[in-house]
């Protein structure tokens, strides 16, 4: 098995006859963000579905943290932070409850709670609607608030899928510090973004996913090597895909 704290091998979703993603194979060290890009439908969300647990594999599996999070979900579960393209809450709690409730169901204590509660709002701008019900909150909110949720239990793995969606431009730059941040701690970071430029400036590494296969995985500068091509992540992007991008 190939080391890494985020392990995929010979990952494969089938739909009845059709293959969302093919053989997928990599892995991603502790201490490391990896972008994983791709055109619309290429496969980026069903396989962060299939990391997540979310869905079962047709074949392959996915290790994280050691654990099989088919064989081991609890165990593999605890480790990750999940920040979906579509932040799902309950509305008729208040930010806070929210927040103490996640905190609950990791076993976060009470007063471990109240600080990270305390920094996360605070540095997203949610503090003066903590006790304000979540359905009056906007997207944007919501997206500011799972982030806080995800990150609370101190994950080892941060699984992040469109994460820029609803954000202003200065919640996009305190994100982007978040992602380099928990990595100099430790943790594995695995980001899909549409956002080419957010994604060339915080990665480490890129894989590059189009119709289901991986067609690359590696440094920018090994993307250059391997497109035979000068330019930034946008221009590679389009050159390997031949595909539009999309906002």
């Not at 647990?53 to 593999?76: N, S, V, Y």
Request: hydrophobic residues 40%; contains cysteine.
């Amino acid at each position: 098995m190939v080391d890494g704290m985020i392990v995929l091998e010979n990952l494969t979703k089938c739909f009845e006859e059709v293959c969302a993603v093919r053989d997928l194979t990599l892995s991603v060290p502790a201490g490391e963000v990896f972008a994983f890009l791709g055109p619309n439908g290429a496969g980026k969300t069903t396989t962060i579905k299939v990391m997540t647990g979310l869905l079962r594999p047709t074949r392959g599996r996915a290790i994280l943290g050691g654990f099989d999070i088919q064989k081991q979900p609890f165990e593999a579960k605890r480790l990750i932070g999940y920040i979906p393209d579509h932040p799902y809450v309950y509305e008729k709690l208040s930010g806070a409850e929210f927040f103490h409730f996640i905190g609950d169901l990791f076993w976060v204590p009470s007063k471990d709670q109240d600080e990270k509660m305390e920094y996360y709002f605070n540095l997203f701008g949610l503090m003066s609607a903590r006790d304000k019900l979540i359905e009056n909150y906007s997207h944007g909110m919501k997206q500011k608030l799972i982030m806080s949720i995800s990150l609370l239990h101190d994950p080892r793995i941060i699984i992040v899928d469109e994460p820029m969606v609803g954000l202003d431009p200065q919640s996009m730059r305190v994100v982007k510090g978040l992602f380099r941040d928990w990595a100099k701690k430790g943790a594995a970071v695995f980001l899909s973004t549409h956002a080419l430029s957010v994604a060339e400036e915080v990665a480490d590494r890129i894989g590059l996913i189009h119709k289901g296969s991986l067609i690359f995985h590696g440094t920018l500068d090994e993307m250059r090597s391997f497109a035979h091509k000068e330019g930034n992540l946008e221009e590679l992007f389009l050159e390997l895909t031949g595909s539009e991008i999309s906002d």
